[in-house]
C-alpha cells in the first residue's frame, strides 16, 4: 500500500461452471464481462455427474451415454456466447462443486464463477445447491451469480 490507497490484483484467468440452464448462462455472461475488463483467460468448466447421482445439466438423471454429447454441446454454445475471449474449455465428471474447486486449483484460476438456480428451500434440503457446497468448499475467491 502506497500512499493511502490500497492496489487490487487484476484476475489473470477466471473459471466459470455451465451446464446448459439459466443460472450458468447469467454466470458465463457475468465471468466474460469481468475477463474482458481484466484481460484475463476465461476457463470455461462443464462437470459430468456420476451416473448414479442427479444432472445438473437439467435437474434430472441422465444416462451415461449421454453425457459427451450433452457436455461437447453445453461447451460450444458457451464458446459461441463469449466469442472474442480467449478461452479454454473442460470437461470432467465427478460432482459438481468438487470438481470445479479441483479444475481451477488445477488451472490456478484466480476466481471462480457459478450461477445460483433459486430453488427452494426444500429443493435445497433434498438435493443440495452446488452453489451453496460451492461457498462452503471455497479455497479461492468464488463470486456467485444469482
Do not use: W
Request: with cysteine; aromatic share 2%; net charge neutral.
Amino acid at each position: 500500500m502506497t500512499g493511502g490507497c490500497m492496489q487490487a490484483e487484476v484476475a489473470q484467468s477466471i473459471l466459470v461452471g455451465v451446464d446448459g440452464s439459466e443460472a450458468s448462462n447469467r454466470a458465463l455472461t457475468t465471468a466474460a464481462h469481468l475477463a474482458r475488463l481484466a484481460g484475463a483467460r476465461l476457463l470455461i468448466a462443464h462437470v459430468e455427474a456420476p451416473a448414479a447421482y442427479p444432472s445438473e445439466l437439467h435437474g434430472m438423471v441422465t444416462e451415461r451415454k449421454q453425457f459427451p454429447a450433452a457436455a461437447q454441446r453445453a461447451l460450444a454454445l458457451a464458446r459461441q456466447q463469449v466469442a472474442g475471449i480467449e478461452t479454454e474449455g473442460n470437461c470432467c465428471e465427478g460432482f459438481v462443486a468438487e470438481s470445479l474447486e479441483e479444475k481451477a486449483a488445477e488451472r490456478k484460476a484466480d476466481l471462480l464463477v457459478v450461477g445460483k438456480h433459486g430453488r427452494s428451500a426444500v429443493h435445497r434440503l433434498l438435493m443440495g445447491s452446488v452453489a451453496d457446497r460451492q461457498a462452503h468448499i471455497a479455497q479461492r475467491p468464488l463470486l456467485i451469480v444469482p
